[in-house]
């Protein structure tokens, strides 16, 4: 199992960007799938983004393709999310999480281990 911490959430304007960062510690290496969820006030948890970790590959929901970068650092074993143009849509508690498997999974019940989430507001 692995351990995640997020951090870099807060209030912005919209068209401003933001990046998430997320920590990962608990295993001398990360295998799998790491993803970022977001959740909405009131509203369910929804896939964002997904990077396997073993060569890179991503996928993202399609609200936030062109817009947000999902990235890895091998050896600092760290999860970012860089967040641009944001709209007040992407308000929501962001996420980060682990899968065991190296599919890119965008069902977040396919996800076994959480962080605590960061808040993100973006005002209008």
């Known amino acids: 199992q692995v351990q995640l911490v997020e951090s870099g959430g807060g209030l912005v304007q919209a068209g401003e960007s933001l990046k998430l960062l997320c920590s990962v510690s608990g295993r001398t290496s990360i295998t799998g799938t790491m993803g970022w969820f977001r959740q909405p006030p009131g509203k369910e948890r929804e896939f964002v983004a997904a990077i396997r970790w073993r060569d890179g590959t991503t996928d993202y929901a399609d609200s936030v393709k062109g817009r947000f970068r999902i990235s890895r650092d091998i050896v600092s074993k760290m999860v970012y999310l860089q967040m641009n143009s944001l709209k007040p849509e992407d308000t929501a508690v962001y996420y980060c999480?682990?899968?065991?498997?190296?599919?890119?999974?965008?069902?977040?019940?396919?996800?076994?281990?959480w962080g605590q989430g960061t808040r993100v507001t973006v005002s209008s």
């Open positions: 999480t682990h899968r065991d498997g190296n599919i890119l999974e965008t069902r977040a019940a396919e996800y076994a281990e």
